[in-house]
């Protein structure tokens, strides 16, 4: 198992070993809900693959997972995201994972056929990055799958377009748009952690600066205020009517990518979609432009037609547009987790907590064939586990208010 496993450098398991601990030692929620969800028995001899951006603190969901007695297999959902480290790492506690930083398309690709011919019951995706690929590659593994659960947006937009076409033939869960992920992952974890990298990659000041805002969903929100509270001025580019009024509402420019380009000294793509930032925009970017990707992998924005670059600092590339310098971070890939560590711990507590549930009720069988919400008594239950680590009582409520909620004619 383990050592069928696929990594750069066996020698920095001491380093990953150092990041996960810290990584266990700040997610009480997960840790608490592994002790007693978990330990039933449900996922005891289950092929498990994890295919999420491969740092600290998926590495210790896995090790959750596997201490449950599940067989563990991992792999990266980006290249640009995994860290070798922790690969290393994951692999000296016997757990098998494919997966180097920076491996080529071909290179990743075979890394997740890798973990496809484990023949895998359960899948915790990222993009559906493993379960389109066993669609189209394993179709016969495929078939054997007891269930998917799904932590992003766009994955579950894809899972939504494979159920569709009628590819969808097993249980999935939709982990993303539960309320302990939505809510606070993608504002406050995506919203604060790819600002800091941006910012951080650069060493540019925020204050004062233009920042372009494609896409206001939770992400697109959680940036558009955090780079307000620095200072910043914010135009938002939406094509959802109703996300654009929110945006009015919520006090920022709203306008069309063309207009709201011509002034940005950031542009950042947030939508979880192809073509976010498209070639016919570059003619309006201004000289010294900054551009990043806090939405899904390297596809929104158009980085082929940027052309070659030259690497002026770590992690951004100069390139000339039309006579005009674009810098590009980190190629184009999430900001966040290829600029940096990826959502705080805390975040990522609830997250992967999510997940954890949702991997655990998919091993009961009890999910039907097709894409699932994630149950909202478990929500409740996480958020209750948190607020308990935070110190925060909550009132129950009355018999008057439970009346009310259940009766019409009152």
């Not at 496809?116 to 066993?134: C, K, N, Q, W, Y």
């Not at 604060?192 to 000041?205: H, I, P, V």
Request: include cysteine; glycine fraction near 10%; aromatic fraction near 4%.
């Amino acid at each position: 198992m383990a050592a069928r496993s696929r990594i750069a450098d066996p020698s920095l398991a001491a380093a990953g070993e150092q990041r996960i601990a810290w990584a266990a030692r700040h997610s009480p929620v997960l840790t608490a809900l592994a002790r007693r969800r978990l330990a039933d028995g449900a996922l005891r001899g289950r092929r498990v693959a994890i295919v999420v951006h491969l740092e600290a603190k998926t590495a210790y969901l896995a090790t959750l997972l596997a201490e449950a007695g599940a067989d563990v297999v991992a792999a990266g959902s980006n290249p640009r995201s995994t860290q070798d480290a922790v690969c290393a790492a994951l692999v000296e506690r016997g757990i098998e994972v494919h997966a180097r930083h920076g491996s080529t398309a071909e290179e990743f690709t075979d890394d997740l056929l890798a973990v496809a011919d484990t023949a895998p019951e359960l899948v915790i995706d990222d993009g559906a990055e493993l379960t389109r690929r066993m669609l189209s590659h394993r179709a016969d593994l495929a078939g054997r799958l007891r269930g998917v659960t799904e932590e992003t947006t766009t994955g579950v937009a894809r899972l939504r377009a494979m159920e569709a076409d009628g590819r969808l033939t097993f249980p999935a869960v939709a982990a993303n748009d539960a309320r302990c992920k939505h809510l606070f992952d993608n504002p406050h974890g995506t919203g604060q952690s790819a600002l800091t990298a941006m910012l951080r990659l650069t060493n540019l000041n925020a204050a004062g600066k233009r920042f372009c805002m494609v896409g206001y969903g939770w992400v697109g929100q959680g940036l558009a205020r955090r780079a307000a509270g620095y200072g910043g001025r914010v135009t938002v580019v939406e094509i959802d009517p109703v996300q654009a009024l929110r945006a009015v509402m919520d006090g920022f420019r709203v306008a069309p990518l063309a207009q709201a380009v011509e002034d940005a000294d950031f542009v950042v793509a947030a939508t979880g979609l192809a073509d976010a930032v498209p070639e016919a925009a570059f003619a309006a970017l201004k000289d010294g432009v900054v551009l990043a990707n806090a939405g899904h992998h390297d596809r929104e924005i158009d980085v082929e037609a940027l052309g070659t670059g030259e690497e002026v600092r770590p992690g951004v590339t100069r390139h000339d547009v039309a006579g005009r310098r674009v810098y590009l971070l980190v190629g184009g890939a999430l900001v966040n987790i290829a600029g940096g560590d990826g959502n705080p711990v805390e975040i990522m507590d609830l997250s992967f907590s999510v997940q954890a549930l949702s991997v655990h009720l998919l091993a009961s069988g009890r999910v039907p064939v097709g894409l699932n919400p994630f149950p909202p008594e478990l929500d409740a239950e996480i958020a209750r586990t948190k607020l308990s680590t935070l110190g925060v009582e909550l009132d129950l409520p009355t018999e008057a208010q439970l009346r009310a909620a259940r009766e019409w004619s009152a």
